[in-house]
């Protein structure tokens, strides 16, 4: 199961009385993300919830493809952001904090912590294919970057 089917909705129950509909918790439901981000949806949510709203949608929505939101980009954007918030030194507790403050997110810190350790495991595995196919350059980036996350 990939991070993003276990990043929920804060505040979900409040969300769906102001919309008046109901919606799945998960944050990347193809449900979640047509309630919440049709103009409709925004317009019946107070100031600060349509702020946070307003702001998951330009971090992550924003793509030319034309299933928009459903393509995947928001995922690959969001595990991107994850891994940076980790390349920055905070860890999944503090990693749960930020998506909370900045985009009304929740996860569980097992959940980001066992997505870390899986990023970390499938970096080792691709640095050791890249020396294997004698592509040292690769294998020393994919190091880089890869202790990077483990620091």
Do not use: W
Not at 78 to 87: G, N, S, T, W
Not at 100 to 124: H, K, N, Q
């Amino acid at each position: 199961m990939a991070i993003t089917d276990k990043i929920y909705v804060k505040n979900h129950r409040q969300l769906a009385s102001q919309l008046e509909t109901s919606f799945p918790k998960s944050a990347f439901s193809g449900a979640t993300l047509e309630v919440l981000f049709t103009g409709e949806g925004i317009a019946k949510l107070d100031d600060a919830s349509q702020d946070r709203v307003l702001e998951f949608a330009e971090a992550f929505l924003d793509c030319g493809c034309e299933a928009n939101p459903h393509c995947g980009c928001a995922e690959r954007k969001f595990v991107r952001y994850l891994l940076e918030l980790r390349e920055q030194g905070l860890g999944p507790d503090a990693i749960v904090d930020v998506i909370g403050e900045e985009y009304m997110l929740y996860a569980y810190p097992g959940d980001v912590l066992s997505f870390l350790d899986d990023s970390v495991r499938t970096l080792e595995a691709a640095e050791t294919l890249a020396d294997v196919d004698g592509r040292p350059d690769t294998a020393d980036e994919l190091r880089s970057l890869r202790d990077r996350l483990v620091r």
